[in-house]
């Protein structure tokens, strides 16, 4: 493996279709203000680098990334790359990611408005996370011990299992599709809208008019808090542990809680049963 060490880099594709490349402690930067340093890569490392230019990371095969910051300046860092491994990493640069395959991130922090959108196969584990639309068109998500917070997140996903996260997120899992949520915190306004085979785990859902419009939805032991109109017009089988402020016209199916504040059935096609015991 070639090695670079402690250069300054900012012509443009500084280091363009390289292959088999290790570059430690070097910075993207300076007067040239160059993009794409790393394009059409192929089994790279870096670690220890600090990238403020924009689009480093594009149609390369094979990335570790370890110890290092993306600035703000560093727009659309990773974009159209598979195999990809992110530890310890900054990742601040809007459309940090996106249209990637197989990837990785661990103990990082992201502040990246739009990221993740149509990538596939991501595996993100002990994050910090702020943005818009996160994770837009994801599938095949995997994602523990992440805290996140911003509008919009997990749109249209497909494909996910989600395990002891919190998210403080408005209009989450919209169009979501066959999405499995264990031991986390949802806090947020209308959960779930249009959801199919979204399922909830000993979770505490937080937030006015959550999932509505929902399609197989299922609740197991969750929590309940300042919840009111839940359920419109969703098919459900919800076992819920707490007080719910209102469930109004679900569509089908069962609400089981110890106590609802007001039940709403005012609509012909509303089916669905609330049971209070």
């Known amino acids: 493996m070639k090695n670079i060490e402690g250069l300054l880099l900012d012509a443009e594709r500084a280091l363009y279709g390289e292959a088999s490349l290790s570059v430690k402690d070097c910075r993207f930067e300076g007067p040239a203000d160059g993009e794409s340093a790393l394009k059409e890569c192929r089994d790279i490392v870096t670690e220890n680098c600090y990238f403020d230019l924009r689009y480093p990371f594009w149609h390369d095969d094979g990335v570790r990334i370890s110890s290092t910051e993306m600035t703000e300046n ?30 990785r991130i661990t103990d990082s922090d992201i502040k990246s408005p739009e990221f993740g ?11 910090r996370a702020e943005g818009e639309y996160f994770l837009l ?21 497909k494909g996910a299992v989600i395990d002891r996260c919190d998210f403080n997120t408005k209009d989450a899992f919209w169009h979501a599709e066959n999405v499995t949520v264990t031991d986390s ?3 947020g306004e209308y959960l779930g809208w249009y959801s199919k085979n979204l399922t909830l785990i000993r979770c505490k859902i937080i937030g006015t008019q959550p999932l509505c419009y929902c399609r197989g939805l299922r609740l197991v032991d969750c929590e309940m808090e300042n919840t009111d109109l839940a359920f419109e017009k969703s098919s459900v089988k919800a076992s819920v542990k707490t007080h719910i402020d209102s469930v109004k016209n679900p ?4 609400v089981t809680a110890p106590s609802v504040g007001e039940i709403i ?5 509303a089916k669905g049963k609330v049971i209070v015991r």
């Open 185 to 187: 915190v949802l806090k």
């Open 74 to 103: 560093c727009r659309a860092a990773l974009w159209y790359s598979s195999k990809i491994a992110v530890e310890n990493t900054k990742m601040h640069g809007i459309k940090a990611l996106r249209e990637c395959k197989n990837v």
């Open 251 to 254: 569509l089908r199916g069962t």
């Open 117 to 127: 959108w149509s990538t596939k196969g991501l595996h993100m584990e002990n994050t």
């Open 137 to 157: 068109r994801g599938e095949k998500l995997f994602l523990k011990n992440v805290t996140f917070t911003g509008k919009y997140s997990f749109q249209y996903v």
């Open 265 to 269: 059935f005012d609509a012909p096609w």
